[in-house]
T-cell receptor, first 114, second 113 residues
């Protein structure tokens, strides 16, 4: 039972355009969400997070949007760059547990086309 | 800061053999996590330690899996006996203060034939 779902295994985007990665969750107790980025042969690295008290968080080219009623979040990358090519994992937790009980999705492989 | 260090990077073993994966967390971090990555299930939390004490091992798939953290700078994940379905990438991660991001190692790719 996947509580965090990334339904698109892969996504290709032209350099300079916007990349939108989607994530859905089913557990109503989740109120803390994160995105991790993973290059081949490396571990995931933290990218950006959002608490359920917000609906948007921005960090440079990266913005995460949260729609609590739809149990949906998305990561926007603008403009997309070749170095953004990686696998992106969505993760969720409840504030009570913080990082100690992160539930990850299966990832979306983003390829930026030069 | 050397980051989280895992060894070996690759492990190939035959079914039935014992496998031991090793992890050195970032110095000063008091939480340590073992994750397993598969195509079907993504990243799954197996077990985590806080101040060297196992807090939640509910993600450990079977009794064949065990983990220890004898001190703040070292942890092991052991599989005995190993089976082909254990083939995956195993990640160790550590974190410092509550809710600070996890720092992952580069993983151990395990292949059981």
């Amino acid at each position: 039972d996947q509580q965090v779902k990334q339904n698109s295994p892969s996504l290709s985007v032209q350099e300079g355009r916007i990349s939108i990665l989607n994530c859905d969750y089913t557990n109503s107790m989740f109120d803390y969400f994160l995105w991790y980025k993973k290059y081949p042969a490396e571990g995931p690295t933290f990218l950006i997070s959002i608490s359920s008290i917000k609906d948007k968080n921005e960090d440079g080219r990266f913005t995460v949007f949260l729609n609590k009623s739809a149990k949906h979040l998305s990561l926007h990358i603008v403009p997309s760059q070749p170095g953004d090519s990686a696998v992106y994992f969505c993760a969720a937790s409840s504030t009570n547990f913080g990082n100690e009980k992160l539930t990850f999705g299966t990832g979306t492989r983003l390829t930026i086309i030069p | 800061d050397a980051g989280v260090i895992q060894s070996p990077r690759h492990e190939v073993t035959e079914m039935g053999q014992e496998v031991t994966l090793r992890c050195k967390p970032i110095s000063g971090h008091n939480s340590l996590f073992w994750y397993r990555q598969t195509m079907m299930r993504g990243l799954e939390l197996l077990i985590y330690f806080n101040n060297n004490v196992p807090i939640d091992d509910s993600g450990m798939p079977e009794d064949r899996f065990s983990a220890k953290m004898p001190n703040a700078s070292f942890s092991t994940l052991k599989i005995q006996p190993s089976e082909p379905r254990d083939s995956a990438v195993y990640f160790c991660a550590s974190s410092g203060q509550y809710n600070s991001p996890l720092h992952f190692g580069n993983g151990t790719r395990l292949t059981v034939t």
